[in-house]
């Protein structure tokens, strides 16, 4: 089982990409919390150059309680990411975690339901992009 799905974007900006994703998520009901420009933060904490990378913290509010209250824990796995990032100019990748994968380690039949629903949550968004 893998544990991401994800999806190539041609002739769109870095940028548009970002806001196409996040669009996106909205749709299927989820927020981003968090977003961290990797490209940035190496640059400014290791003086290092790398690719267009950003990873945002996606939650949906209901799903996120429902799993709280299956397995308070959980949160450790919270939000789930979804990374947006460009090697090559231009050649744009989308990836979300799944959380069926990522949640295999916890023996909760209640969570691998709620993990099974935003799984497939996550892969809408994927595939609309």
Not at 4 to 24: C, L, N, P, R, W
Not at 28 to 39: A, H, K, P, Q, Y
Not at 40 to 61: E, Q, R, V, W
């Amino acid at each position: 089982m893998s544990y991401y799905f994800a999806t190539q974007i041609k002739g769109k900006s870095f940028d548009q990409a970002v806001h196409e994703t996040t669009e996106a998520l909205k749709k299927e009901g989820f927020g981003v919390l968090t977003e961290i420009d990797i490209r940035a933060t190496l640059k400014k904490k290791l003086d290092a150059d790398f690719h267009n990378y950003k990873i945002l913290g996606a939650c949906n509010p209901p799903l996120a309680y429902r799993a709280l209250q299956s397995e308070d824990k959980i949160g450790t796995m919270l939000p789930c990411n979804v990374i947006v990032q460009e090697k090559v100019p231009g050649n744009i990748e989308v990836a979300a975690v799944d959380p069926s994968a990522s949640m295999q380690a916890v023996e909760n039949d209640e969570l691998a339901a709620i993990a099974g629903t935003v799984r497939d949550k996550l892969k809408k968004v994927i595939q609309s992009l």
